[in-house]
Each structure stands twice: as structure tokens, then as C-alpha cells.
């Protein structure tokens, strides 16, 4: 079983165009993130969220809405669709929110490619 | 959350250990070392962390240094599948994870 899947895996699209990328964990996890990859290979947190709740947004544009129906679920809706968000997208999860347990599972990436 | 530097790649003959060293002169008490790996193409893979003593696992040794400024990640016996970018990363009270640029070890035969 994988521990945190993403669908899809790969995901291209057209400027101006709205899509998700979906995520679920199947490890209990409370805290599950979305991190950003950009083509110089920096990965960067966009948000995390505990229990369903939002407790990291960096400074994301609004274009992107991550939702949490449930806790094995952080889904991110990115609407308007620009170049500049081609990316690998990570999603992950981990157990605790502080430091002490940040093991973090990541799924296998979604790779966007706006076009 | 403090920074971290690593050298930017090193070279490995399989079978031999792996050491990779990591600096964080900045480092604060609450905060954990973790280390973490990407092989191309695929997520960031979660290795082990320790908060001042040196850990074990099945897949590495975390050698934290007594005043906690720097440590070293040891692979035992490096395959040609540990090829991969390795970060060192420090966590304090939130759970994110602020990856560097990582080391980049090379593998070889």
C-alpha cells in the first residue's frame, strides 16, 4: 500500500485553465503538507494543515486553496493557471505538528506543466 | 528556523561509508537535525533525526557533535542506490521542513 498518493502524476494544461491535484495519506497521520519543486530544484512548504485546519500558509497566492475534507485528504485547487506554477508539486504527512516529530512520508509528485 | 550548510556534492566508491557533513553554528535549543534525501525523480525520503545524542537506524548514523554545531549523516556501506541529493535540515516548533540545496553524492563503482 502506498503511504501518501497523489493523483495525478503527471498534469498538463493550458494558461487560464483551473485544476486539482488530489492527495491521501493512509497512515493516520494528523499534519499533511503541500511543497512546491520549481525547475531549479528548490522545494519550498506552500501549507500544512493539522486535523483540517490551516497552520502554514507561506505566502501562497490565493489562486491556490488547498482543502481538507478529512484528515487522510489535503486536496490543492490552483485556479487561472499561470507558467510560472510548472512545477512538481509534493504532497506529505506527518504524525506530530512541532518539531520533535516532523518525520515526513512524501508522495511521488505530481509534475505540472502549464503550457 | 536556523540555517544549515552543506557542501554542494561528494563523490562515493560503493561499499565505503558515506559521511556527510552538515554546519548549523546557529542552532537553538528546541531544535531537531533531520535529514532527508531526494533520488531523482522521486519525493523526499525522511532518514533520521536526533536533538543532541547520536542515533542509529537501519539506514544511517547521526553523529551530533557535543555543542551541537555541526553533524554528520553516515551511510555505512554506500550502494550505487544511495545516489541521491541529501539535506540536512533543522526543525523547531512548527513542522515544516525548509530544505536547503542539499548535498548531491555521487555513487560510483
Known amino acids: 500500500d502506498t503511504a501518501v498518493s497523489q493523483t495525478p502524476k503527471y498534469l498538463v494544461t493550458q494558461m487560464g485553465n483551473d485544476k486539482s491535484i488530489k492527495c491521501e495519506q493512509n497512515?493516520?497521520?494528523?499534519?499533511m503538507y503541500w511543497y512546491k519543486q520549481d525547475s531549479k530544484k528548490f522545494l519550498k512548504i506552500m501549507f500544512s494543515y493539522n486535523n483540517k485546519e490551516l497552520i502554514i500558509n507561506e505566502t501562497v497566492p490565493n489562486r491556490f486553496s488547498p482543502k481538507s475534507p478529512d484528515k487522510a485528504h489535503l486536496n490543492l485547487h490552483i485556479n487561472s493557471l499561470e507558467l510560472g506554477d510548472s512545477a512538481v508539486y509534493f504532497c506529505?504527512?506527518?504524525?506530530?505538528?512541532?518539531?520533535?516529530?516532523?518525520?515526513?512520508?512524501f508522495g511521488q509528485g505530481t509534475r505540472l506543466t502549464v503550457v | 528556523d536556523a540555517k544549515t550548510t552543506q557542501p554542494t556534492s561528494m563523490d562515493c566508491a560503493e561499499g565505503r561509508a558515506a559521511n556527510l557533513p552538515c554546519n548549523h553554528s546557529t542552532i537553538s535549543g528546541n531544535e531537531y537535525v533531520y535529514w532527508y534525501r531526494q533520488i531523482h525523480s522521486q519525493g523526499p525520503q525522511y532518514i533520521i533525526h536526533?536533538?543532541?545524542n547520536n542515533e542509529t537506524n537501519e539506514m544511517a548514523s547521526l553523529i551530533i557533535t557535543e555543542d551541537r554545531k555541526s553533524s554528520t549523516l553516515i551511510l555505512p556501506h554506500a550502494t550505487l542506490r544511495d545516489t541521491a541529493v541529501y539535506y540536512c535540515?533543522?526543525?523547531?516548533?512548527?513542522?515544516?521542513?525548509?530544505f536547503g540545496t542539499g548535498t548531491r553524492l555521487q555513487v560510483t563503482l
Open positions: 506529505a504527512s506527518s504524525q506530530g505538528v512541532d518539531g520533535r516529530n516532523t518525520e515526513a512520508f
Open positions: 535540515i533543522l526543525t523547531g516548533t512548527a513542522s515544516k521542513l525548509t
Open positions: 536526533g536533538l543532541k
Open positions: 497512515l493516520g497521520h494528523d499534519t
